[in-house]
């Protein structure tokens, strides 16, 4: 009897010590996921600001080539 409850406790802490692995490897996939998601926001405001930027040089362009059209 006493030699089934000791293997009943090893099996059960090889389980909780399975069980803390997982969770901490969740932990880690949450904490990367998380910078992940930071980076891409970033990246996308980045974007937008580049957009932008490349839009007022087309625009820039075009008033100056309507300048030179009209000036002749």
């Known amino acids: 009897m006493v030699n089934i409850l ?3 406790n090893i099996e ?3 389980i ?3 069980l803390q692995n997982h969770n901490n490897q969740f ?3 949450g904490y990367t996921i998380k910078k992940i998601h930071n980076q891409i926001a970033r990246l996308s405001i980045g974007q937008s600001e580049l957009d932008m930027k490349i839009d007022k040089l087309k625009n820039s362009k075009l008033e100056k080539n309507e ?3 009209n000036s002749m």
């Open 67 to 69: 300048e030179n059209i």
């Open 6 to 8: 000791e293997e009943q």
């Open 12 to 14: 059960l802490y090889n």
């Open 16 to 18: 909780k010590s399975t």
């Open 27 to 29: 932990d880690e996939m």
